[in-house]
């Protein structure tokens, strides 16, 4: 079974960056559908971005990330990253790395959180004013 273990969470002001990377284990991080997912306490998860890798096609992104994250492959750890600027204080939140399973690239792009059926532990993120 995929394992997924993310990293590079932290604490920064708002205006700061992070970058977050998520490794996969187990199985290839080519030709699947993965993304990043955050859930605040007292709200619902929600999509950050999905990617279906070794496509070469961009990431589809939740609303709220106005240009701000970028996802992407990375090649050398066998996983993907988020690289995320201007954060907010809003953006505060424990940030997943999740895998669809077999899908086609379509199901990926429209893929929510209740299609995910693997998970990384997650990584706080967190934002101070």
């Known amino acids: 079974q995929v394992q997924l273990v993310e990293s590079g969470g932290g604490s920064v002001h708002a205006g700061g960056s992070l970058r977050l990377s998520c490794v996969v284990r187990?199985?290839?991080?080519?030709?699947?559908?993965l993304g990043w997912f955050r859930q605040a306490p007292g709200k619902e998860r929600e999509k950050v971005a999905t990617l279906y890798t070794g496509l070469g096609r961009p990431p589809v992104y939740g609303r709220f990330v106005k240009g701000r994250f970028i996802m992407s492959e990375d090649y050398a750890k066998n996983g993907v990253a988020l690289q995320m600027n201007n954060l907010q204080t809003e953006d505060t939140a424990m940030y997943y790395c999740?895998?669809?399973?077999?899908?086609?690239?379509?199901?990926?792009?429209?893929?929510?959180?209740?299609?995910?059926?693997?998970w990384g532990q997650g990584t706080q993120v967190t934002v101070s004013s």
């Open positions: 187990e199985h290839t991080a080519s030709g699947v559908c």
């Open positions: 999740a895998a669809l399973g077999p899908a086609t690239a379509g199901e990926c792009m429209a893929a929510g959180s209740a299609h995910m059926r693997a």
